[in-house]
Structure formats: structure tokens, C-alpha cells
């Protein structure tokens, strides 16, 4: 009986919820480490299979729920490719929860132009998976990505009814925020963004100056509309019922502007860095770009999931 009891502990303490997986021992052949160590899993989503990687932490315990991160990869990227941009599996950004690499089809993600698979269907298969034979507080469950799978985890995901009562909250790294033009034209800063979330949504976004591929400032790309950044946010300060305008906080002599709304620190917040390309942002040189720059996204998007649960 020691187990019942650890656990009621553990939720009281940290109010935890749980998933069916907390109890159950490792499946066989589990792997557990860092970048390099995750284990490679499929499912069947909407009749196919689909396939993802898995990061266990070396303290992981089945008595001890933990939070879940999903990382998705840019578009022609890979989940193995993520899993080493994005750092989630590294403990020196994240020592204790789960992280999640999905591989998309044809290497984009749901909101791409050509994109035609569900992947909302597909990450609810995810959770429910892992949920079930891993010790997930489904409380804590979280999303971001980068490129095409940064606008999939801040511009899909959170604008889904049913995946915003699973994900607690949401990020991204240089998204691809793509719209539908308006009479053949990209109004940047006032293209219709629709968005029924079933709730007021946390969310994060980082987002370079120098971004050539998806620009700070929105335009015309692949047929569709990119809306600037400061509309993007906006319009979610808008759909959460907040004032469209924001405190900013000058960060880095100047360098990366930070931008919340609502009057909620940590909420609804954007991040301008200046000079950045469409780049996983790091102090320190990585596949997007031999350059440093001023901050890690890892980083802050830690600080950022650990600010929010579904409670």
C-alpha cells in the first residue's frame, strides 16, 4: 500500500493530476538520458502510423508524475534534428520532465500550405499514449517548436477547443504563423487571424529581426499571408480579452525587447531579438546558426512552462 499513499502525497504537495501510466514500471527496452537517448515510438493516428521520439529523464520514477514538453521540428527538419536543436533533453535546461520530438509527414506539420494531415489528432494520440504507460501530471503538459512547427504549437494547437483543455501551454521559436490573403493581398499588420481556444491561453514567442525566411514583420509567403509579429500578438491579447497593448521591458543593452499583455506577467509575452535569424535562439552556436546570440530559447521557455498548469 506504500505506493497509493506516496502518490496521494505527491498530489496533494504539488497538486498533481496523475495519468494512468503513474505506477507502472518502465516498458521493457526503456531507454533513459540525454540528447541521443530517446526512444523511438509509433502509433496509429487517423490510419496511419505515426512516429515520435520519446526523452525519459535518468530521475524519472513512476511514483513521481511529471510535466510533458512537445518539440516540433521546422519544416524538412526531423524529430532527432529537433531533439539536439531545441536542447529539451539536455538537464542542463531540463532535468525532470518528459520530452517529446513528434516526426511530421513529409517533414512539415499542420498549418504548412501543403500540409494535409491532422497532426491536433495526432498529438491528442500522443498524450493519451505516453499518458498511459508513462507517469504524466497531465496538468503539465506543454508544446512549442520552431519554423513551421513553431506555428503549428502557437497558431494550431492553441486554437483548437480540444487540444487547449489537454496542453497547458504553448511557445514557439521563429513560427510560421500562416494566414489566408485577403482579396489576393497580405495586410501583415491586419490579416484575420481566427482562433476559438476553449480558454484564455498562455503563450510564448521568440522572434529575430533578421529573419529573412519567416520576417519579424510578416508578408507574403507560399501563396499565404504572415502577419507581423506585433499583430500575431495582438490578436491573441485580443482573444484572450485583453487590452492589444503591452509592457515592454528593454533587455541586453536594448538588444531583445520583451512584450506582455494583459497585465499578467509570464501570460501572454513576446520576445523581439534583434539580429537574430530564423534561429533557435542560443548563446551559443547551433545547426540554425554558428552565431550565438543574447539568449537561450530553452531557457526561457522553461521558465515560461513552469509558471503555467491546467489548474
Not at 505506493?3 to 501510466?21: K, R, W
Not at 523581439?272 to 543574447?294: I, K, M, Q
Request: glycine share 10%; with cysteine.
Amino acid at each position: 500500500m506504500l505506493f497509493p499513499i506516496l502518490l496521494t502525497l505527491l498530489t496533494t504537495a504539488h497538486a498533481l493530476t496523475p495519468s494512468p501510466g503513474c505506477g507502472k514500471a518502465l516498458p521493457q527496452g526503456t531507454s533513459q538520458g540525454s540528447t541521443g537517448a530517446s526512444n523511438t515510438l509509433t502509433l496509429t493516428s487517423s490510419g496511419r502510423t505515426r512516429s515520435f521520439l520519446l526523452h525519459v529523464p535518468t530521475n524519472y520514477s513512476p511514483t513521481s508524475a511529471r510535466g510533458l514538453i512537445f518539440s516540433f521540428h521546422g519544416r524538412t527538419r526531423t524529430a532527432a534534428s529537433q531533439e539536439v536543436l531545441s536542447g529539451f533533453s539536455d538537464p542542463f535546461f531540463n532535468r525532470d520532465l518528459l520530452a517529446v520530438y513528434p516526426q511530421g509527414v513529409d517533414n512539415q506539420w499542420q498549418g504548412d500550405p501543403e500540409a494535409t494531415t491532422d497532426d491536433v489528432a495526432f498529438t491528442l494520440d500522443m498524450i493519451d499514449y505516453i499518458s498511459a504507460r508513462y507517469c504524466v501530471d497531465t496538468d503539465r503538459i506543454y508544446a512549442t517548436g520552431k519554423s513551421n512547427g513553431g506555428g503549428f504549437s502557437a497558431n494550431i494547437l492553441p486554437c483548437n477547443g480540444t487540444a487547449t483543455q489537454r496542453i497547458a501551454a504553448f511557445a514557439s521559436n521563429s513560427g510560421a504563423y500562416y494566414q489566408e490573403p485577403v482579396s489576393g493581398t497580405c495586410p501583415a499588420e491586419t490579416v484575420p487571424i481566427p482562433c476559438l481556444p476553449s480558454r484564455p491561453i498562455p503563450l510564448l514567442t521568440l522572434h529575430g529581426t533578421a529573419d529573412t525566411t519567416i520576417p519579424y514583420s510578416g508578408g507574403s509567403r507560399r501563396s499565404k499571408c504572415l502577419p507581423s509579429l506585433p499583430h500575431f500578438l495582438q490578436n491573441w491579447a485580443f482573444v484572450n480579452n485583453f487590452a492589444t497593448s503591452n509592457a515592454t521591458t528593454q533587455l541586453y543593452g536594448n538588444r531583445v525587447q520583451k512584450y506582455e499583455f494583459g497585465g499578467q506577467e509570464g501570460f501572454l509575452t513576446g520576445y523581439r531579438v534583434e539580429g537574430l535569424g530564423h534561429s533557435w535562439a542560443s548563446t551559443v552556436g547551433n545547426s540554425d546558426s554558428g552565431v550565438g546570440t543574447y539568449l537561450n530559447a530553452t531557457s526561457v521557455m522553461m521558465e515560461f512552462f513552469g509558471k503555467h498548469t491546467l489548474k
